[in-house]
């Protein structure tokens, strides 16, 4: 019984590597005591030793979620700790998966125990990320961004840098296991201060080239929700958006947040015919999240450009039961049956293209509030782009680690891509993002200021975003290869 305590003491370590902590050292501890746990009581419930690390984990690196279901998503105190516990033992069960993974293709060798790990550390991640419309949220590579450990991320991406950091701790395990036996120390040693070297070297690549620069202010309205979808909110925000035109320069860039217009370009015509006049006498391009009407039932999540910006895209991976009820159809049929229907016959329908926000030669990869989280789809919509850009909504975070964690996700973007990024919320943290990932200004949690800064454009492509995941999925599979051969034949390295 004492392990699983243990597993899950070291699940709850893990999520204090990521922000707002950024001990990247302790996610790295955690993760050489979930390997020696599992190595050490291989004949045991490996599936319950995963458990119960993943429920420490998610525990810890998730609370925010009781915090948006109890305070924003009106349950009482009860029903959000049973849905909160519910998502942490569902998100748990990857963990088991991995512990049954890792006992299934486990043998004894040197070779096995270095590989294996990792391959089946990263296979779960990846899995999570797209399983049940996907949660890429406290993936191990997010950890890294600004420390000398992120060298790898602009290359193979931040499943990469996953791969790279569990390495080093299969490495580190068998360090110390071998060193206590005397064997193998030479070749481990050296590999080991090979990955450490790689990474510091892979630092100091440039990807991407200067091509100019460009004045931005990031907005930060700071409503809460009940007021941001009232009559007072939509004057408010209207307010703030022409004071923001008045106070900018000719030429300046201005960003609004997720949603900040909550009515359609349709609603908002005899308005926003005059804000697009006011901008381009100014020369300035004002982007901002609205609501797209398709029709009178379907709507969309946008982010569209005025004045002398052009275009609009409309979010493409939506929240489920925030956004949409998925099997809709299926349950309108059952609410018919029943003699019931829907108080709200309004659909949030997703987006069905990329589109860029142009600004003259100047192209913008938009991406609306979770879809920061997905790497391959930023990356699908960022081709030929030079500036970064995520419009969020994180008030339902409330004052827990969620929008830190959010923000960090967001650097890891800049990084992987090796461009600036723009991260403009309705009531923080908005930033401002530099191609290293490092953060050059921000706003805080439920502040209404905004920033103002000069930010660079680039052109260039690193390997992440010329080849995405894939690199990261063949080397899986070299490894799985390697791994299954040295199964079957089971000699000693």
């Not at 291989?42 to 948006?68: A, C, Q, R, T």
């Not at 519910?86 to 512990?99: K, M, N």
């Not at 789809?377 to 004052?399: C, K, M, Q």
């Not at 964690?405 to 309705?426: D, F, G, K, P, V």
């Amino acid at each position: 019984m004492k392990i699983y305590l243990f597993s899950l003491l070291a699940g709850s370590i893990y999520p204090l590597g990521f922000a707002p902590f950024n001990i990247w050292p302790l996610s790295l501890i955690s993760i050489i005591l979930f390997l020696h746990f599992l190595e050490s009581h291989i004949k045991e419930n490996l599936f319950l030793i995963g458990l119960f690390y993943g429920v420490g984990l998610f525990s810890v690196g998730i609370s925010w979620m009781y915090v948006s279901i109890h305070y924003y998503g009106n349950f009482g105190i009860y029903a959000s700790v049973i849905i909160t516990i519910f998502f942490i033992f569902a998100l748990a069960l990857y963990f088991s998966f991995l512990g049954l993974i890792y006992g299934f293709i486990k043998t004894s060798t040197t070779l096995n125990i270095l590989f294996l790990f990792p391959f089946s550390w990263v296979f779960v991640e990846i899995i999570r990320s797209y399983l049940f419309t996907g949660f890429p949220w406290l993936i191990a590579g997010t950890s890294l961004v600004t420390s000398i450990l992120d060298g790898w991320t602009p290359i193979l991406g931040v499943y990469g840098s996953s791969l790279f950091f569990v390495l080093i701790a299969s490495s580190l395990y068998l360090l110390i296991v071998k060193f206590l036996n005397k064997e193998n120390l030479i070749y481990l040693t050296s590999f080991f201060i090979l990955l450490i070297l790689s990474s510091l070297l892979f630092k100091q690549l440039t990807w991407t080239h200067k091509i100019g620069d460009i004045l931005i202010s990031v907005y930060q309205p700071n409503l809460e929700l009940e007021e941001k979808w009232s009559f007072r909110g939509i004057e408010k925000t209207k307010e703030l958006i022409e004071d923001s035109i008045v106070n900018a320069k000719n030429s300046e860039f201005i960003f609004f947040p997720e949603t900040a217009l909550i009515k359609s370009e349709m609603d908002l015509d005899v308005w926003l015919k005059d804000i697009d006049s006011k901008l381009k006498l100014k020369n300035i391009a004002l982007i901002t999240g609205i609501i797209g009407r398709i029709s009178n039932q379907k709507v969309t999540n946008r982010v569209q450009g005025f004045g002398k910006a052009e275009g609009f895209y409309d979010k493409r991976h939506l929240v489920p039961f925030g956004e949409y009820v998925p099997l809709v159809d299926y349950l309108e049929k059952v609410l018919y049956l029943l003699g019931l229907e829907r108080l709200n016959n309004i659909t949030t329908v997703p987006g069905e293209t990329f589109n860029n926000i142009k600004v003259g030669e100047i192209k913008i990869s938009p991406a609306i509030c979770y879809e920061i989280a997905f790497n391959d789809l930023v990356r699908e919509a960022s081709i030929n782009s030079n500036l970064l850009l995520t419009i969020s909504n994180d008030t339902w975070f409330g004052r827990s680690i969620g929008p830190e964690q959010h923000l960090e996700i967001a650097q890891n973007r800049a990084l992987e891509h090796q461009m600036s990024l723009i991260r403009s919320t309705n009531s923080g943290i908005s930033a401002i993002i530099n191609k290293k990932g490092e953060i050059i200004d921000r706003v805080n949690h439920f502040q209404d200021y905004g920033l103002k800064e000069n930010v660079y454009l680039y052109r260039g492509e690193t390997p992440f975003r010329k080849f995405g995941n894939k690199p990261v999925y063949i080397i899986l599979l070299m490894i799985f290869a390697i791994l299954i051969y040295n199964k079957r034949t089971y000699v000693n390295i």
